[in-house]
């Protein structure tokens, strides 16, 4: 017969109660805590790029899975259009406006997602602030379903899991088109017409130094005269210089604002057959800061194509024909001078 002691059953006991509850205890710290930051930077006016960096960390004990459903998700507004979006680790995917990405994410550790969006604010919105804000979906107690969620926080200020927002900048958007009239005859004139539109939030500035709009002409054109007239606002003032074919437009561009130009020139002797070509380029200061940002080409309204220039083919000047007469028609010709001749002689001497 075995005999235990009571000393070491209580001692066996009181071990396995212990193991219990270390093992209760390590099962319960096993927790997922999922934290995001969104930082944004890039150019804040109309068609400018703009890119926002994500950081998802989690402070947990245990790794955050990649479980059913996103782990994060991004609808950005309507004043931005999604071009892209990537992860260093797990999977971003981006489709119409919405970025999900799907992934692991171990305990103490982070990862990135980067996201690029072009600002483009509907028709007629012109918003004075952007914001944007992702949702984080986690699983807190490890079990393999996220049900869990958090909101990015811009971590540029001192509120909490507050939305990443910035200034959005009233420039100008310009489009423009050149048509041309008239015949390309030599010695004759044809005429451009320049259509240039502010389709932006903010004007076009008459900005110190820089025309506002500048065509050279080909060498095959002689400029005549140059004007313009604006809609709504002043006309600007346009410029030629004979010297180096230049014409030249300053002035201003209002919100939803045009400007036309009308550029006279002469097509010059010998360059029949030849395709004229002619574009001109509209300075763009898109974020009104008085300095031009970029140029806008003319685009030819009359093609398909976007962006390309304006041409047309040289005609001939008009000759005169003279008459040619056949061996014939010569002899009664010289017959007829004859008898013109014997009768003026004939009035002279009865005179």
């Known amino acids: 017969m075995v005999r235990i002691k009571r000393g070491s059953l209580f001692a066996t006991g009181t071990c396995l109660l212990a193991a219990l509850?270390?093992?209760?205890?390590?099962?319960?710290?096993?927790?997922?805590?999922?934290?995001?930051?969104?930082?944004?930077?890039?150019?804040?006016?109309?068609?400018g790029a703009v890119f926002y960096t994500v950081v998802l960390t989690n402070s947990g004990t245990a790794q955050q899975s990649d479980n059913p459903g996103a782990e994060f998700t991004d609808v950005l507004p309507p004043e931005l259009s999604l071009i892209f979006a990537s992860a260093n680790f797990g999977t971003a995917s981006f489709s119409g406006n919405t970025v999900t990405w799907n992934g692991q994410i171990p305990a103490s550790g982070s990862i990135t997602i980067l996201i690029t969006a072009n600002v483009s604010p509907p028709v007629g919105d012109c918003p004075s602030v952007i914001s944007n804000q992702g949702t984080i979906f986690y699983d807190a107690d490890a079990n393999g379903t996220n049900e869990s969620t958090a909101l990015t926080d811009d971590p540029g200020t001192a509120a909490a899991n507050d939305p990443t927002s910035f200034n959005f900048i009233h420039g100008a958007v310009i489009a423009a088109t050149k048509a041309v009239t008239g015949t390309p005859r030599e010695l004759q004139n044809i005429t451009y017409t320049v259509v240039v539109t502010n389709n932006g939030c903010g004007a076009q500035p008459d900005d110190p130094g820089t025309p506002e709009f500048s065509d050279f002409l080909p060498s095959s054109l002689t400029p005549v005269s140059a004007g313009a007239v604006g809609n709504p606002g002043p006309a600007g003032t346009t410029a030629i210089n004979t010297n180096t074919n230049l014409v030249t437009w300053n002035g201003v561009i209002p919100p939803g604002g045009t400007v036309t130009i009308t550029i006279v020139a002469m097509v010059k002797v010998g360059t029949a057959g030849q395709t004229i070509s002619n574009q001109g380029?509209?300075?763009?200061?898109?974020?009104?800061?008085?300095?031009?940002?970029?140029?806008?080409?003319?685009?030819?309204?009359?093609?398909?194509?976007?962006?390309d220039p304006t041409n047309v083919v040289a005609l001939a000047a008009f000759v005169v024909q003279v008459p040619t007469l056949s061996g014939l028609g010569l002899a009664v010709l010289a017959l007829a001078l004859t008898a013109a001749a014997l009768l003026l002689l004939r009035r002279r001497r009865t005179a």
Do not use: E, H, Y
């Not at 390590?26 to 109309?46: D, I, R, Y």
């Open 21 to 47: 509850i270390l093992s209760a205890g390590l099962a319960a710290a096993q927790t997922v805590n999922v934290t995001g930051t969104m930082t944004v930077s890039g150019s804040f006016v109309t068609g």
């Open 281 to 307: 380029v509209v300075s763009v200061d898109a974020d009104s800061d008085g300095v031009a940002d970029l140029g806008v080409l003319t685009d030819d309204p009359a093609t398909p194509a976007d962006g």
